[in-house]
């Protein structure tokens, strides 16, 4: 027999029907962060971005006094993150700002239960009563895949987002020299990496704009390039010195002549 979310309200002394069940997953607070992101990394910042909510969804947050927050996790999962009681609403003409605290009733199990969103699935506001939910598992502790390693690490752009928020870590701190390659055309580009943010950054540009404001990319259509580490640069290693690595890349791979690099 599946556990079902209500059941689990309903032991705590929590009716269903006080209850809306609220899946984050967008990227409507910052650009480089989504709401995963932001529960892992900074509570506070998750907190603050959930009680900002558009005038268009008032009806929908006012059904239930208790909010039961889930976000989605990069590998598509639902996973419940706490209970918060919304004792009133601010805000401006463009938005509303809701005063939530946190309600502590089943916090043994936030960052360790996840459920099935199931119908629905575009509808992120929804009444506990409505749709209970089935429990699909809860562990011990909240875990992400290991990072496979800068050389095994291969992710087509568009996956780039919902990567694991280690895995973002990893690239944001590491820099080197990268090989974009075209699933359609075949032509690969190398290009390095030494400026802030590391990888990440610098890939974010390509899988946003599709070219990263490069010349060769921008005169091909759009396309999801894959992208790899060809070679990490320590710690000592000067700007200069990556710009000689990228160079012998480039001749190793020919992709001058045979891909999209032209200097």
């Given at each position: 027999?599946?556990?079902?979310?209500?059941?689990?309200?309903?032991?705590?002394?929590?009716?269903?029907?006080?209850?809306?069940?609220?899946?984050?997953?967008?990227?409507?607070?910052?650009?480089?962060?989504?709401?995963?992101?932001?529960?892992?990394?900074?509570?506070?910042?998750?907190?603050?971005?959930?009680?900002?909510?558009?005038?268009?969804?008032?009806?929908?947050?006012?059904?239930?006094?208790?909010?039961?927050?889930?976000?989605?996790?990069?590998?598509?999962?639902?996973?419940?993150?706490?209970?918060?009681?919304?004792?009133?609403?601010?805000?401006?003409?463009?938005?509303?700002?809701?005063?939530?605290?946190?309600?502590?009733?089943?916090?043994?199990?936030?960052?360790?239960?996840?459920?099935?969103?199931?119908?629905?699935?575009?509808?992120?506001?929804?009444?506990?009563?409505?749709?209970?939910?089935?429990?699909?598992?809860?562990?011990?502790?909240?875990?992400?895949?290991?990072?496979?390693?800068?050389?095994?690490?291969?992710?087509?752009?568009?996956?780039?987002?919902?990567?694991?928020?280690?895995?973002?870590?990893?690239?944001?701190?590491?820099?080197?020299?990268?090989?974009?390659?075209?699933?359609?055309?075949?032509?690969?580009?190398?290009?390095?990496?030494?400026?802030?943010?590391?990888?990440?950054?610098?890939?974010?540009?390509?899988?946003?704009?599709?070219?990263?404001?490069?010349?060769?990319?921008?005169?091909?259509?759009?396309?999801d390039y894959q992208v790899c580490i060809l070679e990490l640069a320590g710690s000592?290693?000067?700007?200069?010195?990556?710009?000689?690595?990228?160079?012998?890349?480039?001749r190793k791979l020919q992709s001058r002549d045979m891909g999209l690099n032209r200097?």
């Amino acid at each position: 027999m599946p556990i079902k979310f209500n059941s689990l309200l309903n032991q705590v002394g929590i009716a269903d029907n006080q209850v809306i069940l609220v899946r984050h997953k967008d990227l409507r607070a910052e650009k480089s962060r989504s709401p995963f992101e932001m529960w892992r990394s900074n509570m506070p910042d998750f907190e603050e971005y959930q009680r900002e909510q558009s005038l268009a969804n008032r009806p929908k947050f006012e059904r239930a006094p208790i909010w039961a927050s889930f976000v989605g996790t990069p590998r598509g999962e639902t996973v419940f993150v706490g209970l918060y009681n919304s004792t009133g609403r601010g805000g401006s003409e463009e938005r509303d700002i809701y005063d939530l605290s946190r309600n502590a009733a089943l916090d043994e199990f936030a960052g360790k239960l996840f459920i099935e969103w199931g119908d629905g699935a575009r509808a992120w506001v929804q009444r506990a009563d409505r749709q209970n939910k089935t429990v699909t598992e809860i562990r011990l502790k909240f875990e992400e895949d290991p990072f496979p390693g800068a050389l095994n690490f291969i992710e087509p752009l568009s996956k780039l987002e919902s990567l694991p928020f280690s895995w973002v870590e990893f690239l944001k701190r590491s820099w080197g020299i990268y090989l974009l390659t075209c699933p359609t055309t075949r032509e690969q580009y190398v290009g390095s990496v030494t400026g802030k943010e590391g990888f990440w950054q610098r890939w974010l540009g390509y899988a946003r704009t599709g070219h990263g404001g490069n010349v060769a990319l921008k005169s091909r259509d759009p396309s999801d390039y894959q992208v790899c580490i060809l070679e990490l640069a320590g710690s000592a290693v000067t700007d200069l010195e990556i710009l000689e690595m990228e160079t012998r890349w480039k001749r190793k791979l020919q992709s001058r002549d045979m891909g999209l690099n032209r200097n």
